[in-house]
C-alpha cells in the first residue's frame, strides 16, 4: 500500500501559518529533501483582519527562512506595554503596570504582524519551493515500521516517514489517530477588528482590563492599531450587530483619551474562545503542531508564537536526523520533539488561562488586590525583591515563596485574595517574558 503512492520525505497536512512556515524550513536547511503540503481548501492569503503579536526570540524563526524583512516592512514594533484598570467611563486610565523595552539594544520585544501580510509573504515563499497538494480531502492516515502514508479522497495515496498536522483546532488527522484533547469552554467570543485613531500610538501597546475581560489595542503601521477583546458569548453579539459608529463609542469608553478618536475601519470579527491542548503531541510516524496540538486564550497573544516555536523544535530534530541519516520519521526522532514542546505549552496555556480567570471579574475585593500586587509606586513588602527578568518567572523566589506560604495560615477569605494577588504577580512576570521571549526559550535551552 504505502509503496504505490507518491512519496515525500515530509507531508504537511495544513497551509496556515504554522504549516507554511514548517514547509519551508526542511528545504532551507537540508538541499534536496522533498515537502509536500496538503490542504483542504485552495491555498490564498487568509480573509483575516487580525494581527499577530510576534516575539523577538520567535521573529527569528522568520529570520532563519528568509521571509522575515518583507513582514517587517508592513509591520509594527511594539516598544512598551501599558496595562489600565478601572471602571468604564474615566477619561483617563489609571495605570497599573508598565513595561518597556528592549530584548536587545534597539530591539523591539515584539512586532505587530497583519495576518493577511504574514500570509501573503509565506505563501509567495511556498509557491516558490513546496509541492502544494490542494485542495485535498484527506480520507484515511496509516502508518507501519517505515512510512506514513495519506488517501485522499479522490484515491491518490501520498507516501513519507512522517506526517505533520499542521491543520488546525480540529485536527482531522489528530482525531484519526485517536489522540484526546483537555479542552475547556471559556463561553468567551475573541472580538476583533482595527481602528485609526487621532493620537500617535508611539509603539505603544495597551491592555485594559474590564469587568466583562481583558481588551488589548496592539499598535499598527500609522496612526492605527488592531483590538482584541473578549466579551462573554451572551453578550457578544449585542457587539457584533452594531455599525461602527456605535462601536466606536463603545471602544472610547473603554480606551477613555489613551488615544484620542477613533474610527473603526474593519468589521468586528467574533472568535469563539476554547483551550484545548493535546493530550499527545506524536503518534506514530505523526507529529502535531500549532493549533492542532495546542489552542490557548488569545489574552497574551500567544497561540501562533508557540506554533512557530514548535515548528522551529520540530525543524531542528527532523533536519538533524535526515543529516545523520537516520529515520527522520521514528520513534525516538518524535519523542524528541514532543519532550521539547510539552512543558512550554502547558505552562502558557495554565498562564493565559489564570490571566483570564483573574482579569475578567469585576469584583470590588479583587481588584483591590490587583491594584495593590501590581500598582506602580505602591509600598513593597520590605523583603520582596525586584524580579529578575531573566529568572525563571519568580516562582523561584524565595521571598516570594515565603509570602505565599505564610499567606496560607490567613482566614480563608483573606487567603483568596492573596493567593489572586500573588497569582497576579506571578502570571504578569510571565506575560512579560512571554513577550520577550529568548532565542534561547525558542530552542528548547
Ligand atoms: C482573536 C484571536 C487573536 C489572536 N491573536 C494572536 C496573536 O496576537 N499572536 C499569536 O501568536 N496568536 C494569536 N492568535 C492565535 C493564532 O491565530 C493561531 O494560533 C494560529 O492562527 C494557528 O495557526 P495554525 O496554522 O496552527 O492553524 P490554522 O490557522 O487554523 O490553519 C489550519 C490550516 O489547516 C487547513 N485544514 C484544516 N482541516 C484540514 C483537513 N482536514 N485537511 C487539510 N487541511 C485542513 C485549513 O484550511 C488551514 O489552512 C489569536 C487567535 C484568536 C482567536
Do not use: C
Request: overall charge negative.
Amino acid at each position: 500500500m504505502a509503496s504505490a503512492g507518491q512519496t515525500h520525505d515530509v507531508l504537511i497536512v495544513g497551509g496556515g501559518p504554522v504549516g507554511l512556515t514548517l514547509a519551508l524550513a526542511p528545504v532551507q536547511s537540508a538541499r534536496g529533501i522533498r515537502v509536500g503540503l496538503v490542504d483542504r481548501r485552495p491555498l490564498s492569503v487568509p480573509r483575516d483582519n487580525r494581527a499577530s503579536a510576534i516575539a523577538a526570540g520567535v521573529r527569528r524563526v522568520f529570520e532563519a527562512l528568509g521571509v522575515w524583512p518583507d513582514m517587517a516592512a508592513q509591520s509594527q514594533p511594539i516598544t512598551a506595554m501599558r496595562i489600565t484598570d478601572s471602571g468604564l467611563g474615566d477619561i483617563s486610565r489609571p495605570l497599573f503596570l508598565s513595561f518597556e523595552g528592549d530584548v536587545a539594544p534597539g530591539e523591539a520585544f515584539a512586532h505587530m504582524v497583519p495576518n493577511r501580510v504574514s500570509g501573503q509573504v509565506l505563501l509567495d515563499a511556498v509557491a516558490a519551493q513546496i509541492e502544494v497538494i490542494a485542495p485535498a480531502e484527506i480520507a484515511a492516515r496509516e502508518s507501519d515500521a517505515r512510512s506514513a502514508w495519506l488517501v485522499l479522497a479522490d484515491g491518490r495515496v501520498l507516501v513519507a516517514p512522517p506526517v505533520v498536522a499542521a491543520d488546525g483546532g480540529q485536527s482531522a488527522l489528530r482525531q484519526m489517530a485517536g489522540i484526546h484533547v483537555v479542552e475547556h469552554d471559556y463561553r468567551q467570543t475573541g472580538l476583533v477588528t482595527t481602528i485609526a485613531h487621532e493620537l500617535p500610538h508611539d509603539g505603544v501597546a495597551y491592555e485594559h482590563f474590564r469587568p466583562a475581560g481583558p481588551f488589548a489595542s496592539l499598535p499598527l503601521p500609522g496612526n492605527r492599531s488592531s483590538l482584541v477583546w473578549t466579551e462573554s458569548s451572551a453578550d457578544a453579539p449585542r457587539f457584533l450587530a452594531m455599525d461602527k459608529a456605535a462601536l466606536a463609542l463603545e471602544i472610547e469608553a473603554v480606551m477613555g483619551s489613551t488615544l484620542g478618536a477613533v474610527t473603526v475601519e474593519d468589521d468586528l470579527a467574533g472568535f469563539p474562545l476554547r483551550m484545548r491542548i493535546a493530550r499527545d503531541f506524536v503518534a506514530t510516524r505523526l507529529a502535531l503542531v500549532g493549533d492542532a496540538a495546542h489552542v490557548v486564550h488569545p489574552i497574551a497573544g500567544r497561540g501562533l508564537n508557540l506554533g512557530l516555536k514548535d515548528v522551529a523544535a520540530l525543524a531542528e530534530v527532523v533536519i538533524e536526523a535526515v543529516r545523520l541519516g537516520l529515520d527522520h520519521g521514528g520513534d525516538d526522532v518524535l519523542a524528541h520533539y514532543q519532550g521539547w514542546r510539552r512543558l512550554d505549552t502547558s505552562a502558557m496555556a495554565m498562564v493565559t488561562d489564570g490571566m483570564n480567570r483573574l482579569f475578567s471579574n469585576d469584583a470590588a475585593p479583587i481588584r483591590a488586590v490587583r491594584d495593590f500586587g501590581l500598582g506602580p509606586g505602591r509600598p513593597r513588602r520590605p523583603h520582596q525583591g525586584r524580579h529578575d527578568p531573566h529568572s525563571g518567572g519568580g516562582l523561584g523566589q524565595w521571598p516570594e515563596a515565603a509570602e505565599w506560604a505564610a499567606d496560607l495560615a490567613r482566614p480563608p477569605r483573606q487567603r483568596l485574595d492573596l493567593i489572586r494577588l500573588h497569582a497576579a504577580r506571578f502570571i504578569q512576570t510571565q506575560q512579560r517574558h512571554a513577550f520577550v521571549d529568548g532565542e534561547g526559550q525558542a530552542r528548547g535551552h
